[in-house]
């Protein structure tokens, strides 16, 4: 190949006219990889949202009776359960939220806990209303995070 040809292969690519072909053609590829990505995992997942996961469940011991909190740390849902009901909330900053029942003591017979004070991955405490620095204890063995709610 010669110092011409090799010139004239410059000149063909760095031409204006040219510049548009290999744009389009990584943004179309990036574009593909993109939607075929997001296809092949609703088509694994069955759905375009991923699978919900399972809430650990913790038991816990207070002066007016037991209850259970389901709660995993990174999701911003909870549910507390005794033998007089149960309740759904969320969590945001390590405060609950139960949707206008925070101080309601009919649902569970007790107030629901207002916030949590220490988590990890076999206890969790928390504190409320009628619950003062409760732990409740996780006995379940570590699970993969992927499942179904089973509740």
């Not at 003062?132 to 996780?138: A, F, G, R």
């Amino acid at each position: 190949m010669s110092k011409n040809d090799t010139g004239s292969i410059a000149r063909f690519i760095l031409r204006v006219e040219f510049i548009p072909y290999v744009v389009f053609t990584i943004i179309g590829a990036a574009v593909l990889y993109v939607v075929g990505t997001i296809g092949f995992d609703a088509i694994r997942n069955g759905s375009l949202l991923p699978p919900p996961t399972k809430l650990e469940r913790y038991d816990c011991s207070a002066p007016f009776g037991s209850f259970s909190i389901h709660y995993l740390h990174g999701t911003d849902r909870v549910k507390i359960k005794s033998m007089n009901g149960a309740l759904d909330g969320s969590v945001s900053q390590n405060r609950f939220d139960w949707q206008g029942f925070a101080n309601d003591r009919a649902m569970l017979g007790f107030a629901p806990p207002a916030e949590i004070l220490f988590e990890d991955g076999k206890t969790l405490r928390i504190t409320g209303p009628d619950i003062k620095d409760v732990t409740c204890t996780n006995t379940v063995e570590a699970t993969p995070q992927r499942r179904a709610i089973a509740q």
